[in-house]
């Protein structure tokens, strides 16, 4: 009976090691695959503010200006604002 | 074992199992005691005195268009210690950077007691490559948040710029530093970007037809400042020549300083709504009282006469139309020094004021307050105010009578309303205004656009220097509102020392200058501040 309990007993232990090893590799690993996905966030957060910056640079008025003049497009004119109330009379037949 | 003593047997098995189970049981702790608890990775955390660039919250206009945004560049580094040959990585590196001084850097490289020395912050990523492929020893790069302006030069004067650590030096970029909201070093998406209260549409049409003004009349500088009449919000405010929020150097130019918030000036004429306006709130005339301005004012040594003498008395409406000094001087008499004071006091135009890009130029008011001074300062001379600090005075007498306090940041809730001026006088000041544009005889007539309803009051102004005033070197200035049925927004035009050209008729005032600019400034933005 002793025997059998020396035998399970060690069995447990030597389980128990390998499964703590696993544990642990475990972790490590997930913590690496943590700390490059942060990486990551901040590289395309970094990527995301270039674009963004970018963006704005290129629809800066001073640029959007004389390509929509070449357009053939231009200010509107007071006339062509019209109140609410003004359309809605004309809508009706 | 002997059969015949069981007792000591178990007694002895008890003495081996018991170490047995305690070690199994540590064993197991241990091994759920790891299991359970996250051990850190250890991480490199050297304690480095150096400046860091910290990061900054975006600034961006009301419609959250981009105006300023951290992102990130590398910046080069030096560790002496690893560095082996100082001579050719000095050298090599002023090869590339021809701003470097080549002896400081071999001496800062050569001192192997140091650990890190910057050599340039924040490089194009071209620049790091090529630095890479030099392939020398003890060079790094740290990767740095470092300011850019997408929108280039526009708002400028507003934005103010950065230092080296990304620090805001002025501006709204030093006003950051100082707002709470932003936590030390913090994470950049921490960090919520400023909303500003400006329409980048409307700046860009401000700053093109200040630009478009200049040119057409030969000024040597320009200002302008559109403001949301109820609120006073800054909707566009420009300074011209503009700066550069990126070249630190050119705010520093004496020519490109900001003359909405930085200067003041005497601004002439416009003053007269102050005036007229104090008169009607403190029933010393109505806009029918006639005054007698055929004969000069005496103040002091100096005699006020009116640049086109009317050959008649006029009536106030008048004086504000025909732009009289001597009937806006006889007002202010007939008010007396203390009223005028307290009532400009009570528009704000004689405590400083601050905007959140920094104060603006505080007034410069007469040391003495006497006839002369009164006289003066009824038409807009002897007191000197920033045009921001004018413009949101005139927003107050227009708007129905309630204090403006110009404000560069959004305002989505209401603020609770003061007022200052009767609904009345602020009703027949929105009449003269009017009037002042659709009559054939009003000095703003030129400054009339179909659809707008723009009112608007002219100021010459000369420019006081060595030995007297300038007659040739003025400040034309026109300060237009609209819809002037329920005016909204405010607009102050400057002209700074404009030339007669062929268009203008060979006239610097303002009525020729500065109120035609402001027509074709509200006929180009007034859509995009309509339909907002």
């Known amino acids: ?93 | 074992m002997s059969p015949t003593s069981p007792a000591p047997a178990s007694w002895r098995r008890a003495v081996v199992l018991a170490p047995i189970v305690f070690a199994f049981l540590a064993v197991a702790v241990q091994v759920l005691r790891l299991s359970a608890t996250v051990r850190d990775e250890p991480r490199l955390a050297a304690a480095e005195p150096v400046p860091a660039a910290a990061p900054r919250p975006d600034i961006v206009d009301r419609h959250g268009r981009l105006l300023a945004a951290d992102v990130m560049a590398p910046s080069l580094f030096a560790d002496p210690s690893l560095v082996v040959d100082p001579d050719e990585t000095a050298d090599k590196l002023a090869a590339v950077f021809p701003d470097l001084e080549r002896g400081e850097l071999r001496r800062a490289l050569a001192d192997r007691t140091r650990r890190f020395v910057w050599i340039k912050r924040s490089l194009s990523p071209r620049l790091a490559q090529r630095i890479h492929d030099l392939g020398l020893p003890g060079l790094a790069f740290r990767d740095e948040p470092r300011r850019t302006y997408p929108g280039v030069r526009l708002a400028g004067h507003m934005i103010g710029y950065v230092g080296i650590d990304n620090q805001g030096l002025a501006g709204l970029e030093r006003m950051l530093d100082h707002d709470q909201r932003q936590g030390p070093l913090g994470n950049r998406g921490d960090l919520e970007p400023v909303r500003l209260s400006v329409d980048l549409g409307v700046q860009f049409g401000l700053e093109a037809e200040l630009a478009d003004a200049m040119a057409r009349t030969g000024a040597k500088g320009a200002s302008g400042v559109i403001l949301d009449a109820v609120t006073g919000e800054i909707v566009a405010m420009a300074s011209l020549p503009s700066v550069d929020p990126a070249r630190p150097a050119e705010h520093l130019e004496p020519l490109r300083f900001n003359r909405v918030t930085g200067g003041v000036y005497e601004l002439g004429s416009i003053m007269k709504m102050a005036t007229v306006a104090m008169a009607l709130e403190h029933r010393i005339a109505s806009l029918d009282t006639v005054l007698d301005v055929r004969v000069p004012l005496e103040a002091g040594r100096w005699k006020i006469v009116d640049p086109h003498p009317s050959p008649r008395p006029l009536t106030v409406r008048e004086v504000f139309i025909h732009s009289s000094n001597v009937g806006a001087g006889m007002l202010a008499l007939q008010a007396g020094a203390e009223r005028q004071r307290a009532f400009l006091t009570r528009l704000g135009l004689t405590d400083p004021l601050r905007l959140e890009s920094g104060p603006v130029a505080p007034p410069t008011l007469p040391k003495y307050w006497g006839r002369a001074e009164t006289i003066t300062i009824a038409y807009g001379h002897g007191m000197a105010v920033s045009p921001l600090q004018f413009a949101a005075a005139a927003a107050t007498l227009i708007n129905g009578g309630f204090a403006v306090t110009p404000t560069l940041i959004a305002r989505d809730r209401p603020q609770p309303r003061m007022r200052v001026v009767s609904s009345a006088t602020s009703e027949a000041m929105r009449d003269l205004m009017r009037r002042n544009v659709t009559s054939p005889k009003g000095t703003g007539r030129r400054a009339e656009v179909a659809g707008f309803e723009i009112g608007g009051k002219t100021g010459t102004a000369e420019i006081a220097g060595r030995g007297g005033y300038d007659e040739k070197a003025v400040i034309s200035s026109f300060l237009a509102a609209f819809p002037m049925s329920a005016p909204r927004h405010v607009v102050l035009l400057t002209l700074f020392e404009p030339k007669g050209s062929a268009e203008t008729g060979g006239q610097i005032a303002a009525g020729a200058t500065a109120a035609p600019a402001t027509g074709r400034l509200i006929s180009r933005v007034g859509p995009l501040l309509m339909a907002r």
């Open chain 1, 1 to 93: 009976m002793l025997r059998a309990l020396q035998v399970l007993a060690i069995a447990a232990t030597i389980a128990s090691a390998f499964w703590v090893y696993r544990q642990s590799y475990d972790t490590r690993h997930l913590s690496a695959e943590v700390t490059a996905a942060e990486r990551r966030v901040e590289r395309l957060k970094s990527e995301i503010a270039v674009l963004e910056a970018e963006r704005a640079y290129l629809a800066r008025p001073e640029r959007i200006e004389p390509l929509a003049r070449m357009q053939g497009l231009r200010p509107p004119t007071p006339d062509q604002i019209q109140p609410l109330s003004a359309t809605a009379g004309a809508a009706k037949p």
